[in-house]
């Protein structure tokens, strides 16, 4: 029987999944983290392990003889060694796809609040504002339209693409940059996203993180940027200058910013300057943990490994 030992399992799954499909594929032990220090003794016997964010560098891989493929529960590897693990024949396998609607609601949730201030009303509400006026309604923060917006994309995958679509149901124009897809009927295609920031009012991160694209808004490019629009940064927070966008935030240079991502995950401050900014909102980059999503991405990863099981392992992560 294969032993199967999810290493820091506890972000996939704080106890709500069906976790049946992997039970039946082998012994399976499961952490919810794990510190460096442990991670040998938890993993020696392990011909699979399943990962989300642990580092297996070469000094981990080579401890860990009876490893023969690791599943990874996101789209993204940059926390494994692809080229030495391909090296040792070790498969490893990513999953794609499975939470774009979550991370495209998401997207326009944080937008909408920026625009029609949500939270902030219903607090007025509790607050005993609305009782104290002479009229049917009232606003303590102006709201913005929607309609006729031009929306800007960079990147434009599976997320990006739900995101406009979104965007045109509320009457959005859609402008993007993307290194793929350059013709999408209905949208406009942009060459380079500086054109985007200072066509656009709303600008919707969606690339991936990486080194063209490491801190793509930065003190330069947000000057590009016209005094009413919003930043939404729903993929990777290495992709803003993060001190750049609160200076910006400070001195008009744009209205408003949602950010479901940050540099450090949990931050380490807590004052962090963008979590309090007034301008800003920040969520626990939480995007993609709807329980539906969570439960489609474990399938997804349980399928990963039955293909594996029945040698004919599929969404195999190549060195580039």
């Not at 990006?160 to 999408?184: F, P, T, W």
């Not at 793509?216 to 200058?241: H, V, W």
Request: proline share 4%.
């Amino acid at each position: 029987m294969l032993n199967i030992v999810v290493i820091d399992g506890y972000t996939l799954n704080p106890g709500d999944l069906n976790l049946e499909k992997l039970n039946q594929l082998g012994h399976v032990t499961i952490y919810n983290r794990s510190s460096k220090e442990v991670l040998v003794e938890r993993l020696k016997d392990a011909q699979i392990a399943i990962v989300n964010k642990v580092i297996f560098d070469q000094l981990l891989i080579d401890q860990l003889p009876q490893l023969r493929y690791i599943a990874i529960t996101a789209t993204g590897y940059n926390n494994l060694d692809i080229k030495y693990l391909n090296q040792k024949n070790i498969l490893a396998s990513n999953v794609s796809n499975y939470g774009s609607h979550a991370v495209a609601q998401h997207t326009i949730a944080l937008l909408l609040e920026l625009t029609n201030h949500v939270a902030v009303h219903h607090q007025d509400c509790i607050n005993n504002k609305w009782n104290q006026t002479q009229d049917f309604c009232f606003w303590t923060q102006p709201m913005k339209e929607l309609y006729q917006k031009k929306l800007g994309i960079i990147g434009m995958g599976n997320i990006g693409q739900q995101v406009a679509r979104i965007g045109q149901a509320l009457g959005m124009d859609i402008y993007y940059n993307s290194r793929e897809d350059k013709c999408i009927s209905g949208m406009n295609y942009v060459e380079k996203p500086e054109d985007v920031f200072k066509i656009c009012d709303i600008v919707s991160l969606h690339c991936s993180l990486n080194q063209q694209t490491h801190q793509l808004i930065n003190r330069e490019t947000l000057s590009l940027f016209r005094p009413e629009a919003i930043l939404i940064n729903t993929s990777r927070g290495g992709l803003i200058d993060e001190i750049a966008l609160k200076d910006a935030l400070d001195n008009n240079i744009i209205a408003g910013a949602g950010l479901d991502v940050l540099n450090v995950e949990p931050p380490t401050d807590t004052q962090h300057p963008l979590i309090h900014h007034p301008k800003c909102i920040v969520t626990p980059h939480n995007a993609w943990s709807p329980i539906e999503t969570r439960q489609r991405l474990f399938d997804m990863v349980v399928d990963n490994i039955q293909s594996y099981i029945d040698g004919s392992p599929k969404n195999i992560i190549k060195a580039s």
